[in-house]
């Protein structure tokens, strides 16, 4: 094909199908360059000229928060809460199910990639997606617990937040040794998730019960 039957080819490309083309060679850029590339080498790196980049995306702020939606919100499954709340099941059983299907999607190489290089600039992705894991995974492990061993239902602390965190945190740096530094010792990803989970399970109780107030 020549670079005149490429350009021709772009221009008939629907309004819509050309966002979502750039969005997802955007992924790609960012995940391999990071997010410090000016808006000019980016559209040259995408084989468009930057006017028409900017006709669809404002500023590369706004071709950012696209990224993070497709990324990361976009991935991000309705059932995994139900498998979080359902207690048909143990609260062990429920976190290693859903620590396998959640880890399904997020261990892949772009999404870990992108997810360092926004640490590393600054940008919000990071605080944005820790918001919605906090709030979607962390809060409701944390209250499942409670409801299974039959304690007062509270509010979470930020120490038993904290304690969450390295649960998940544990299980999210596997992965980036993994995929990113391909430094990982266990091959096996169900065991590193179970061992993690019945570490955090049994860990959890005794700090649930220990932080009872005085008064319940």
């Not at 945190?169 to 990803?189: H, N, P, Q, W």
Request: aromatic content about 12%.
């Amino acid at each position: 094909m020549t670079g005149s039957d490429e350009t021709v080819k772009r221009k008939r490309m629907p309004s819509g199908q050309r966002r979502e083309d750039f969005i997802t060679k955007a992924i790609a850029f960012f995940a391999e360059e990071g997010f410090e590339s000016s808006t000019r080498g980016l559209a040259k790196k995408l084989g468009v000229t930057q006017p028409l980049l900017y006709r669809y995306f404002p500023s590369k702020e706004d071709l950012i928060h696209e990224v993070y939606d497709a990324v990361y919100v976009n991935r991000w499954r309705p059932e995994w809460e139900t498998i979080l709340s359902d207690r048909s099941r143990s609260l062990e059983d429920r976190l290693n199910h859903f620590y396998t299907v959640y880890t399904d999607v997020i261990f892949n190489r772009e999404w870990m990639r992108i997810y360092l290089f926004s640490g590393l600039k600054g940008a919000d992705i990071n605080r944005r997606y820790m918001l919605l894991v906090r709030q979607r995974i962390l809060e409701p492990i944390l209250t499942e617990a409670r409801v299974a061993w039959d304690l007062p239902d509270r509010p979470a602390l930020d120490c038993e937040i904290e304690f969450a965190w390295i649960m998940h945190g544990g299980i999210f740096y596997y992965g980036v040794r993994d995929l990113v530094y391909e430094s990982a010792l266990e091959t096996r990803k169900d065991r590193v998730i179970a061992d993690a989970v019945a570490a955090f399970v049994a860990g959890l109780r005794i700090k649930l019960l220990r932080d009872i107030p005085p008064e319940a």
